[in-house]
């Protein structure tokens, strides 16, 4: 099965990206950002011919905040996505591992992102959505730039 990211039309609307890729293939990974967040309209899902997995939303979401609140609430976002990614049938959802501010925090980022990993893998099974973590970019802030997730 070939997909292709709502990203890709992230200056329209999530009908007119999700139109756009109904026409030129079966499945669609909405980007849950910008127009094409899934808090604010996940049911126009329902209008198109489409599998679906979904990118959770990265904006305000660190799931390697030191700051255990933020993390907390990070997973609580997650957990909310995940329950509208089993409304809408997407049997994937891909998180961002979250971030550092400093490079002195990298060890306390990773130390909160290992906490989350099993918070994440309940949050799957209970929702009945497949979790992957996403790896990124070598920038410095990002946690999973490497195969041993620092």
Known sequence: MIGISSFAY?????GE???NIEHVVNCAEI????????FRQDEIAFSYDLEYTVHAPSTDL???????????AALQLVEDMADICNEI?????????GYFPFAYDRDFAFNAF?????????????????????????????????????
């Open 10 to 14: 992230h200056d329209l609307s999530l």
């Open 17 to 19: 990206a999700l139109q």
């Open 31 to 38: 980007f849950s950002e910008g127009k094409h967040d899934l």
């Open 62 to 72: 660190n799931l390697a905040s030191i700051r255990e609140p933020i993390r907390n």
């Open 89 to 97: 049938d997407a049997e994937v959802m891909v998180v961002h591992p």
């Open 114 to 150: 290992q906490k989350s990993l099993p918070v994440l893998e309940r949050i799957g099974e209970d929702a009945g959505v497949r979790i992957c973590v996403e790896n990124m970019p070598k920038w410095e802030c990002f946690l999973f730039r490497e195969p041993d997730l620092r």
